[in-house]
């Protein structure tokens, strides 16, 4: 079983920065892929970015150039880098593992951005 932890979110205005972080209780080093899902009022979850186990990354589009996903093995914790940071960029972001054909999420932390 793995429980993932998120942090970091908070009320930030346009064109501000946060960073968000997601603790895994057990070694990220085996995770298939981690990443972000944000799902915004009334919208659906929608990938933000994931990084898969060779270390690269994947983006959705409208992030592209903003955000950054990195992970720390010896801290088991991914971080989400927000740069730029838009008012459509409001959402719930939850973090996401994939391991053996599981799926792990986490309970999720708020950004709202507004001025």
């Known amino acids: 079983q793995v429980q993932l932890v998120e942090s970091g979110g908070a009320l930030v205005q346009p064109g501000g920065s946060l960073r968000l972080s997601c603790s895994a209780s057990?070694?990220?080093?085996?995770?298939?892929?981690m990443g972000w899902y944000r799902q915004a009022p009334g919208k659906e979850r929608e990938l933000a970015a994931i990084i898969l186990s060779g270390g690269s990354t994947v983006f959705a589009d409208s992030v592209k150039g903003r955000f950054t996903i990195s992970r720390d093995n010896r801290k088991n914790t991914v971080y989400l880098q927000m740069n730029s940071l838009k008012p459509e960029d409001t959402a719930v972001y939850y973090c996401?593992?994939?391991?053996?054909?599981?799926?792990?999420w986490g309970k999720g932390t708020l950004v709202t951005v507004s001025s």
């Open positions: 057990g070694t990220i080093f085996s995770m298939d892929a």
């Open positions: 996401h593992a994939h391991l053996g054909g599981m799926h792990y």
